[in-house]
């Protein structure tokens, strides 16, 4: 798929990469109901896309995402269907074997941190303001608290949603929150090098490996080695495989291309 039209965010496939861009820069890309659609459909295409083999996702402007729409929540605009079309959002992205890389400046709050949660990679600016508000404005910061404990420990994710404190981008790379701290002025550089590398070292073996990663706690031991036995099976009868394989006898780095 190229383009798709979507009212709230761009969705761009660029070769093997496919580009989402939160769209709602006049209100720090707050997410409307209409967002939580957008999201969904555009998850659900990143999921479905036989050819892609990366995720970059990005917001317009000078924040990444500053969560619900809190105008919409206090006109009582935003249905309950909300919170399951973005968690389905979410989870889509978690089991697409794609690799999907999250670039955070300004603001990311609320849905604005539970969307890079469900991301594998994570790069923010120094001065980026991380943090789940949610508990200080009288609701639950949806499965930020499945999620969250898992990358910061439990004891860390208490203390960031029950208080609702933030932390910059330094603060989140040294807790595990993300895993690239840039600064602001090379931030779009950054991520772009970044996004690239990722792109090239996307081998049917490390999307078969994210998504072994994305199940580690949810299966017990028997059954995550028989997942791993299915998963090892097809990434050796790769073409990635071939590839990596014939690099490493002409000694030379590797070229995956499109599924």
């Not at 402007?61 to 979410?90: N, S």
């Not at 709050?109 to 404005?137: F, N, S, W």
Request: glycine content about 8%; proline content about 4%; some cysteine.
């Amino acid at each position: 798929m190229g383009t798709m039209e979507l009212e709230t965010m761009k969705y761009e496939a660029d070769g093997d990469l496919i580009r989402l861009t939160l769209d709602r820069p006049e209100v720090l890309n707050a997410v409307n109901y209409q967002s939580t659609l957008d999201l969904r459909q555009a998850a659900q295409a990143i999921h479905d896309d036989p050819h892609a083999r990366a995720v970059l996702i990005r917001g317009n402007g000078r924040a990444f995402c500053t969560g619900i729409d809190l105008k919409e929540l206090a006109a009582e605009q935003t249905p309950h269907d909300y919170f399951y079309q973005w968690d389905q959002a979410l989870r889509l992205l978690e089991l697409a074997d794609k690799l999907v890389v999250c670039a955070i400046q300004g603001f990311a709050l609320g849905g604005g941190l539970q969307l890079p949660l469900a991301c594998d990679i994570r790069i923010a600016t120094e001065d980026a303001v991380l943090g789940l508000p949610a508990a200080k404005e009288g609701f639950i910061p949806g499965l930020g608290t499945y999620r969250l404990p898992r990358y910061i420990g439990l004891g860390r994710a208490k203390r960031m949603a029950l208080s609702g404190e933030n932390v910059d981008g330094l603060e989140a790379l040294r807790i595990g929150l993300v895993d690239y701290a840039v600064k602001p002025q090379d931030f779009d550089r950054e991520v772009e090098t970044l996004t690239q590398r990722y792109l090239a070292i996307s081998s049917e073996g490390a999307r078969q490996t994210k998504l072994m990663l994305s199940a580690y706690q949810d299966l017990p031991h028997g059954q995550f080695f028989e997942e791993y036995l299915h998963r090892q099976s097809i990434a050796i009868a790769s073409p990635d495989h071939d590839e990596a394989m014939n690099a490493f006898r002409e000694k030379r780095d590797p070229v995956y291309k499109s599924r």
